[in-house]
């Protein structure tokens, strides 16, 4: 999955290309928006908390930076001699327990934070504009643009992301 980002100047046009999105068969769950606090979205598919913060890259960080740091205690509680007999076993676990600490830890972090993508477009969002973010396979990205373009020249394309982590 690919993520695109569109600056989008009203809800009027926003309902128009949700509603285009959706007879191409792109999944309402799969379509959000971001847009300034207490903008009316009416019916339009709000980005959640997960999407609008940064739970997802804080979580993925977290795992990486966890399992290295569980990795590297297990390989130094095997070498030091301790009396303990640790095995291959013991280094696994550690590293999957430091994983998932690491995870936790930096998601619960990564939630109450806003997402580093978002803040790009935040002096936009802040002018009135709306940001609409699409999930699409990656063979359906140039698709997906030139639908929205063709029709909505006044929208401007962001940027697609490489992957969506769910």
């Known amino acids: 999955m690919r993520r695109i980002y569109f600056l989008i100047p009203n809800t009027v046009i926003a309902g128009a290309i949700v509603d285009e999105l959706l007879l191409e068969r792109v999944e309402e769950r ?12 009416g019916e339009l598919p709000e980005a959640s908390v997960l999407e609008s913060s940064d739970f997802y890259p804080a979580l993925e960080q977290g795992i990486a930076l966890g399992g290295v740091t569980g990795l590297l205690s297990g390989l130094v509680a095997v070498a030091v001699p301790t009396g303990l ?3 291959g076993g013991a280094v696994l676990a550690i590293t999957l327990a430091g994983a998932g600490v690491g995870g936790l830890m930096s998601s ?4 109450s934070a806003d ?9 936009a969002i802040d002018r009135g504009e709306l940001l609409l973010i699409i999930d699409v396979p990656r063979e359906r990205v140039e698709e997906i643009e030139t639908i929205v373009l063709k029709h909505h ?5 962001e940027g697609v992301d490489p992957h969506v982590f769910p």
């Open 108 to 111: 619960m972090v990564g939630i």
């Open 85 to 87: 007999v640790l095995g």
């Open 115 to 123: 997402s580093r993508r978002i803040e790009d477009y935040q002096s």
């Open 30 to 41: 799969h379509i959000q928006i971001v847009a300034k606090t207490g903008t009316p979205l």
């Open 153 to 157: 020249p006044e929208v401007e394309l």
